[in-house]
């Protein structure tokens, strides 16, 4: 009985306070940059793309609705011959964000993803994969890995030795 | 058995075990790297620390290597105390200091020994913030990668490749922080066995690099057990699929057979299951030459025109399974069904059978042979005819060390300690070949001989055994060491093509088993199902020649999964093209055989179908597709029962099941147990299918989506007990049902041991397999063939069979990393022979017999019986050298590296030796 008038009381008050409901889509409500809606892929400083097609954030998917196939570029380095999301599965639940090493894929604030046919919620890489950095500046995977790429020698990765002589005799 | 006492609570545990063995053993996770189940402890690694208590009053106890300390009854022992963690976290933190960056481009992430152990130590973040070391890395050849930044200086790679395997070019390297494992210089690794290295290696220095090049992660992987069809030894494999390709083949652990290692043919050899070489619709030659696809179901319409008088007749194959040979031979009847094997080579594999039924010694599983303790071997490569044999050889070598460790009362396990003690002592074994062999370096003595020699000598040798009047020294000396020996072991083979080898290896078997029963003979068979086809042949069967010869009376003649053109001469086969006869071929892969065909049935490969594979010990075991057949193909036994269909043969069309094709196969005598070799489909366990997909198989809603947003079914599988999903536990069912191995914290393949009853021990599913072949003990009655062998003419040469890893098997040689590795077809010549034509490795000669000229490259042997020259056996472009055929060879002076160049082939005949011309 108490908490019944509790209740009517408590809504009761509701009569008095600033609406909330805002006119979307007229009106934009501010989404933050961490918001979670639409996965990209980003590329690194460089221009280069980021995703190494390490497989973790497909791993990562409670819905399993990322599929990717990896490759090698001539240099050695690894990356996404192909990079599938099904839209129509994704729970924008930013898994896959935070499993990736790379900072390559990431969400977005957008979250406006309707379509008649579900068929077209399937994206594929040139649909995912966008121009910029998106919300990590700096971050290039291949600046700190130990593998040898085109552009960088081995030892010259951040924090590295020069490569080892194996032939040397000194103490 | 001793008990020992881990934080409080007692477990019985193995004798002879270290502390180590003795935890894992128990169910105890203690981290390890360089200790490993089958080459012992070396205590490098520091990281399987423990502390052991002197009795109940100790309070402090000490820090030990659990590797390296003896599990003695009553040890205390803690894991769990704080010193010990400590201790293990600050060894995985102090390899991390200088471990890249990599994890993310590392073909080993996610199967990773060092990324286990450092999450079960705990260590999470790096305090060391100064700069890494970093290494070159070398080219080791198409099979293998290297990244040398990832070394973890374990010294697993070195001890399993120089001192297990025995190999030469690959070693430690420097010293202190510069230390370095890899080759000399860059260069392709010469071990055959160079593919362990991928497993042995706790991170990812040396990955598989195929694999790399289509690399999909462990947990992505769709598995199944799975048979290796590159020989008759029949190692267990788990090969990975995923997108519909066959990605890579890792080592699955059978206690009998390969336990820990496969070969290099066996790992990289089955590439062609992806290659553009398959053959994937159901094709039928049109009048112009050329095949036409064309549907499934079209294929009676075709059959019913072709059969005529309805003379059918089938030509089966050792390399399909024991259910598509029987139904082809129930089909067409015993009395018009080949088992696809040349003459020579059916009477010799035949022989073979026949003598493990009488002989009074026994047929050793691999294991069996690694305990051996005195060796002969018989006219056999074996590295290169039944390599995981050689292998095992090379370990029975050092039971030697391991009797005189003993008998200083060091254990087994304690690696360094047996081979310091050792030296170079090692248990005799006495090869006789026509060339020089691969283990060569650990024989006491090689003898250099003829095919016919080498016959002749070991009837020699077994007549010394039974009265003792021989008066050859060598033979005197090698009877001796193989009567004083507890576990003699004599081997031989088909691999010379010569009877009376195998005769002479049964005589010297039999002749020991009289005083000695635990006398070993081991026998190699060709091909994945040798022995199986053998077993499942009629007396009535029709012989390879006799087909040819009756060829124009067969209407129909169905070819299964077999190449005609490497059993038959290039004569033959252009007899059987030109002849009337419409050849139904079944395969896998395009080839000659399919090119005179007039119907191609796609087969499916050994990894989209299941079957039973007969192993040179007689042991029959059941391979799982790892994925469905793509395209129209069909597995082999499903096309002879869908041509049944249309010649109305109501008992094999009335087959529903594979497990129905089982029971049938159980009619024949040699095939009663062929139900008790794996499950039946009805089999569940803990009421579930068995998964051939990891529990964390990702990307199930979007592999398909581009052509379908809506997720497809998992394709079912009706006849087997696995599934293509990832429902079900990979635990607890019997060993021939286990697809991988992964266990919670242990995602490399070091949790095998959580599938053994003990480490390097039986798996807790039970041995798998079941051997069809048992002897009576009677002893042989020895067939020898006593021909005199012919001397020869100066300047010519009997040609005699030399086989390659990498060349010589039909199917792996389509394995585009196999065929750059086989390199040129090649005739193999004395280092005196060489010189005397002034050729060496890699020039040419030009090979001429009564019908054939052919130029070819040179390859020159450490050892040659003299007046013999091998060629490469096996080889596709060479199908016109042939064993035993008489030939001249002579410097090629315009030789020019490329493929060899038939100059002629007007073979009219085969090979007449009464005109004598050579002798
Ligand atoms: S986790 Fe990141 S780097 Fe790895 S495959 Fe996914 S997007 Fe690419
Ligand atoms: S070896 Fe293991 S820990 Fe090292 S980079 Fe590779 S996956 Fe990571
Ligand atoms: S390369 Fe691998 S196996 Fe060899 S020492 Fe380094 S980590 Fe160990
Ligand atoms: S030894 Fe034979 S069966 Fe074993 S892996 Fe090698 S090829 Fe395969
Ligand atoms: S495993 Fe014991 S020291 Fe390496």
């Known amino acids: ?171 | 058995m001793p008990t020992i006492i881990v934080d409080g609570k007692s477990y019985e545990v193995g004798s002879g075990k270290n502390l180590l063995e003795a935890c894992l053993d128990a169910g105890l996770d203690l981290p390890y790297f360089c200790w490993h189940p089958s080459m012992g402890s070396i205590g490098s690694c520091r990281q399987c620390a423990l502390v052991q208590y002197r009795d109940n009053d100790d309070q402090h106890g000490r820090i030990i290597m659990g590797c390296m300390t003896p599990a003695t009854d009553g040890a205390r022992v803690s894991l769990k105390v704080e010193k010990a963690k400590e201790f293990r976290e600050a060894v995985v933190e102090s390899l991390m200091l200088n471990h890249p960056h990599d994890c993310p481009v590392c073909s080993e992430g996610g199967e990773c020994h060092l990324q286990d152990m450092t999450v079960m130590v705990g260590h999470r973040d790096r305090r060391y913030k100064g700069k890494k070391n970093t290494h070159r890395n070398q080219y080791l050849g198409p099979l293998i990668n290297h990244e040398m930044n990832r070394c973890i200086t374990c010294y697993r790679c070195e001890r399993f490749y120089r001192d297990y395997a025995g190999g030469k070019d690959l070693s430690a390297q420097a010293s202190r922080d510069r230390i370095y494992f890899g080759r000399h210089q860059d260069g392709i690794l010469e071990s055959e066995f160079s593919g362990n290295l991928v497993e042995v290696c706790p991170t990812g220095v040396f990955t598989d690099k195929p694999f790399l090049a289509d690399y999909s992660r462990k947990w992505d992987l769709q598995s199944s057990p799975s048979i290796c069809s590159g020989c008759g030894v029949g190692c267990n494999i788990s090969p990975g699929e995923r997108y519909g390709r066959l990605k890579r083949i890792h080592n699955r652990y059978n206690h009998e057979i390969n336990g820990y290692f496969i070969c290099d043919r066996g790992r990289f050899g089955a590439g062609y299951v992806n290659g553009d070489k398959r053959t994937n619709y159901v094709g039928i030659k049109e009048p112009n030459g050329a095949f036409k696809a064309i549907k499934k179901n079209e294929i009676s319409r075709h059959i019913i025109q072709w059969l005529g008088n309805g003379n059918i007749v089938g030509i089966g194959s050792p390399r399909a399974s024991v259910e598509s040979n029987y139904l082809l031979q129930k089909l067409v009847g015993p009395s018009k069904f080949s088992l696809g094997v040349s003459q020579t080579e059916h009477n010799i594999l035949k022989r073979q059978v026949s003598i493990l039924q009488t002989t009074r010694a026994s047929n050793p599983s691999v294991r069996e042979i690694e305990m051996a303790d005195a060796i002969l071997v018989l006219g056999e490569d074996l590295t290169n005819t039944a390599a995981r044999i050689a292998l095992a050889i090379r370990q029975a070598t050092k039971n030697k060390a391991i009797a005189m460790a003993t008998k200083m009362g060091i254990e087994e396990w304690h690696d360094s300690a047996v081979r310091n003690l050792a030296q170079k002592e090692l248990s005799p074994l006495f090869i006789t070949t026509t060339a020089a062999t691969k283990l060569d370096d650990v024989a006491m003595k090689t003898i250099t001989l003829s095919p016919d020699e080498i016959a002749n000598f070991g009837l020699e040798l077994a007549r010394q055994l039974a009265d003792g009047n021989s008066q050859d020294p060598q033979i005197i000396e090698i009877a001796t060491y193989l009567t004083t020996a507890e576990r003699p072991l004599i081997v031989s083979g088909p691999s010379l093509l010569n009877a009376n080898i195998v005769e002479s290896a049964a005589a010297v078997a039999d002749a020991l088993a009289m005083s000695n029963q635990n006398t070993q003979l081991s026998f190699t068979f060709p091909e994945s199902n040798s022995t199986g086809s053998i077993l499942l042949g009629e007396p009535q069967n029709l012989m390879l020649s006799d087909i040819i010869e009756n060829i124009d009376e067969i209407d129909v003649l169905v070819v299964l999964e077999n190449d005609l053109s490497r059993r038959l001469s290039a004569f033959e086969m252009t007899q059987l093209n030109a002849s009337q006869t419409k050849i139904i071929s079944i395969d896998v892969l395009e080839n000659k055989t399919l090119e005179i065909s007039d119907m191609v049935l796609p087969a499916a490969s050994f990894a989209e179908t299941q079957g039973t594979l007969v192993n040179n010990e007689g042991r029959a075991q059941r391979f799982y597709s790892v994925f469905s057949p793509l395209h129209d193909r069909l597995p082999s036994w499903q096309w002879v029962i869908d041509i049944a269909a249309v010649i109305e043969n109501e008992e094999l069309s009335a087959i529903a099941s594979f497990d129905e094709v089982i029971d049938l196969c159980a009619q024949n005598n040699n095939f009663q147990a062929l139900s008790s070799v794996a499950p039946d489909k009805n089999f569940r366990d803990h009421g579930l299918k068995i998964p051939r997909q990891t529990h964390r198989n990702s990307g199930r809603t979007a592999i398909t989506a581009n052509t379908s947003v809506h997720e497809p079914q998992q394709s079912p599988d009706e006849e087997t007990p696995l599934t293509y999903s990832m429902e079900g536990l990979n635990r607890d069912q019997p060993s021939a049902l286990t697809p991988f191995v992964w266990s919670p914290g242990w995602n490399s393949n070091q949790s095998l041991q959580k599938f053994q009853a003990e480490t390097d021990g039986p798996l807790k599913g039970g041995p798998s397999g079941i051997k069809l072949i048992k002897s009576s003990g009677c002893g042989v009655s020895l067939d020898y063939d006593r021909t005199p062998s012919v001397s020869l003419k100066n300047n010519y040469w009997r040609l005699v069979p030399i086989y390659s890893l990498h060349g010589s098997e039909e199917l792996s040689l389509h394995t585009k990393e196999i065929s750059e590795l086989a390199g040129l077809p090649f005739i193999m010549l004395s280092g005196r022979d060489a010189d005397n034509m002034k050729v060496s490795d890699g020039d040419g000669v030009i090979v001429s017999g009564d019908d054939l000229r052919i130029s070819i490259s040179v390859r020159v042997s450490a050892r040659m019986a003299k007046g013999c020259a091998g060629y490469s056996a096996g080889y596709n472009e060479i199908g016109h050298l042939t064993a035993d055929t008489y030939v001249q060879i002579n410097r090629d002076d315009e030789w020019q590296p490329l493929k060899p160049v038939v100059i002629a082939t007007d073979r009219i005949a085969s090979f007449k030796s009464e005109d004598n011309q050579y002798v």
């Open chain 1, 1 to 171: 009985m108490l908490s019944s008038l509790r209740t009517m009381w408590h809504i009761f008050k509701h009569l008095f306070q600033k609406a909330e409901t805002v006119q979307y889509p007229e009106q934009m409500p501010y989404l933050a940059p961490r918001y979670r809606g639409r996965i990209v892929l980003t590329r690194d400083p460089d221009g280069e793309e980021r995703c190494v097609a390490c497989n973790l954030c497909a791993a990562a998917c409670p819905v399993d609705c990322i599929a990717l196939q990896k490759d090698t570029r001539d240099d050695g380095t690894w990356y996404p011959e192909f990079f599938r999301i099904n839209f129509s599965r994704c729970i924008m639940c930013g898994m896959c964000e935070e499993a990736c090493p790379t900072y390559a894929i990431q969400l977005t604030p957008d979250f406006e993803m309707c379509e008649y046919d579900r068929q077209n919620m399937v994206y594929e890489k040139e649909h995912l994969l966008i121009d910029g950095v998106g919300k990590y500046p700096d971050y290039n995977f291949y600046r700190v890995s130990g593998l040898q790429t085109a552009t960088k020698d081995k030892g010259e990765a951040i924090n590295e030795e020069l490569p080892i002589d194996t032939k040397s005799l000194m103490p």
